[in-house]
């Protein structure tokens, strides 16, 4: 099992900035993607952007060039750093973790937090 902790969220104005966080803990020794989604009131949840342990990049269209993810492999942690922000980008958001190998077991569940509360205001 993986278990991850989002911090970071809140109110924000249009135009600000946040850095979400998130740690992962479970007795895992590697994690193959960490990344984070979102959903909006109504919406779909949908990926916004991940990682992979060797720092490979992927964002959605809507947050190119405003977000930023990063890993801290050592420190079990992945980070969404959020610019720009627009009242659009409000939602609740949520790390996840996939390809987590325990030894020499390989789990290919997709864990998820229990996300965090981002309010863009205009």
């Known amino acids: 099992q993986v278990q991850l902790v989002e911090s970071g969220g809140g109110l924000v104005q249009a135009g600000g900035s946040l850095r979400l966080s998130c740690a992962a803990s479970?007795?895992?020794?590697?994690?193959?993607?960490m990344g984070w989604y979102r959903q909006a009131p109504g919406k779909q949840r949908e990926l916004v952007a991940a990682?992979?342990?060797?720092?490979?990049?992927n964002y959605a269209d809507s947050v190119k060039g405003r977000f930023t993810i990063s890993r801290d492999n050592d420190k079990k942690m992945v980070y969404l750093q959020m610019s720009s922000l627009k009242p659009e980008d409000t939602a609740v958001y949520y790390c996840?973790?996939?390809?987590?190998?325990?030894?020499?077991?390989?789990?290919?569940?997709?864990?998820w937090g229990q996300g965090t509360q981002v309010t863009v205001s205009s």
């Open positions: 990682a992979t342990r060797i720092g490979t990049t």
């Open positions: 996840t973790a996939n390809g987590a190998t325990f030894g020499g077991t390989f789990d290919n569940n997709l864990y």
């Open positions: 479970g007795g895992f020794s590697s994690l193959n993607v």
